[in-house]
Nanobody, 112 residues
Framework: QVQLVESGGGLVQPGESLRLSCAAS????????MGWYRQAPGTERELVAT???????TYADSVKGRFTISRDNAKNTVYLQMNNLKPDDTAVYYC??????WGQGTQVTVSS
């Protein structure tokens, strides 16, 4: 069975950085399109970033230049490096794999 387990969330101040990890089992990360979604209270879930099998990445306009998605094939893990965090980045972040697979989510709170 495919399992995606996120970690690395927490409480940070505006301008600080955080790295989220998505450890995958039952699937190989570089053989699937994978990504990160987020959902803030009262909003719909939105796509933040994706990484294709080819390595091509995409980003939501709101995070371009600040967030970077990457993968470590040896660790079978996908990452989301989040720099210069803003209060509007506060949300539950979910790891996603093509085929409608989801992690349980990890909370990111950006507040002074």
């Amino acid at each position: 069975q495919v399992q995606l387990v996120e970690s690395g969330g927490g409480l940070v101040q505006p301008g600080e950085s955080l790295r989220l990890s998505c450890a995958a089992s039952g699937t190989i990360v570089n053989r699937s399109t994978m990504g990160w979604y987020r959902q803030a209270p009262g909003t719909e879930r939105e796509l933040v970033a994706t990484i294709h099998v080819s390595g091509i990445t995409t980003y939501a306009d709101s995070v371009k230049g600040r967030f970077t998605i990457s993968r470590d094939n040896a660790k079978n893990t996908v990452y989301l490096q989040m720099n210069n965090l803003k209060p509007d980045d506060t949300a539950v972040y979910y790891c996603w794999k093509a085929g409608n697979y989801w992690g349980q989510g990890t909370q990111v709170t950006v507040s002074s």
